[in-house]
């Protein structure tokens, strides 16, 4: 059962353009909603998260758009550079059971020059 | 500086051999998670742990079980190893009531 549905699986993008990742949830008691970055050869990292009493949270070029009707969550990468090229994983958690997140699929993101 | 080890980068087993992977954290957190990462599927939570001595089953249990005898080490281990089992594992600990998780840097296991 795949509680958090990520897409698109991969994205190529221009320099200096914006990539968009999106995300939907169906346990609406999922309170903490993060962003993780994973380069190759490396674990995941936080990159920024969210919690539902907020509709947006914006951290430098990264935007986390949060939309708790439709229980849908979205990453925005604003002048997209090639370091930012890496695979994006969405997460959802509770905050019972240890935290444990429920990520999903992943995208794969290269930007290109 | 937060920092989770596990205990190897590529291992390469025969079916149905036992395998351990171990996971270190240096930051005294009380959960510890084991996933396991292919492409296509994310990752998905085979077991995770809240204490020493306690276990939770994730989504993907099966061909799996684990220890955590000390606060800072949690080992999966795969019974008799197969080659469906093939892939990447990386574990992660959480400190209670905060929700950042912190991953090690994955093991890559090949059955053969």
């Known amino acids: 059962q795949q509680q958090v549905k990520q897409s698109p699986q991969s994205l190529i993008v221009q320099k200096g353009g914006i990539s968009i990742i999106n995300c939907a949830y169906e346990n609406t008691a999922f309170d903490y909603f993060p962003w993780y970055q994973q380069f190759p050869g490396k674990g995941p990292a936080l990159l920024i998260a969210i919690r539902p009493d907020v509709s947006e949270k914006k951290e430098g070029r990264f935007t986390i758009s949060f939309n708790k009707s439709a229980k849908q969550f979205s990453l925005h990468i604003m002048d997209s550079q090639p370091g930012d090229s890496a695979t994006y994983f969405c997460?959802?958690?509770?905050?019972?059971?240890?935290?444990?997140?429920?990520f999903g699929t992943g995208t794969q993101l290269k930007v290109e020059l | 500086d937060v920092k989770v080890t596990q205990s190897s980068r590529y291992l390469v087993k025969r079916t149905g051999e036992k395998v351990f992977l171990e996971c270190v954290q240096d930051?005294?957190?009380?959960?510890m998670f084991w996933y396991r990462q292919d492409p296509g599927l994310g990752l998905r939570l085979i077991y995770f742990?809240?204490?020493?001595?306690?276990?939770e089953k994730g989504d993907i249990p099966e061909g799996y079980s684990v220890s955590r005898e000390k606060k800072e080490r949690f080992s999966l281990i795969l019974e008799s190893a197969s080659t469906n089992q093939t892939s990447m594992y990386l574990c992660a600990s959480i400190m209670s009531g905060v929700a950042e998780a912190f991953f090690g840097q994955g093991t890559r296991l090949t059955v053969v």
């Open positions: 997460a959802a958690s509770n905050g019972g059971g240890g935290n444990k997140l429920t």
């Open positions: 742990s809240y204490d020493v001595k306690m276990k």
């Open positions: 930051m005294d957190h009380e959960n």
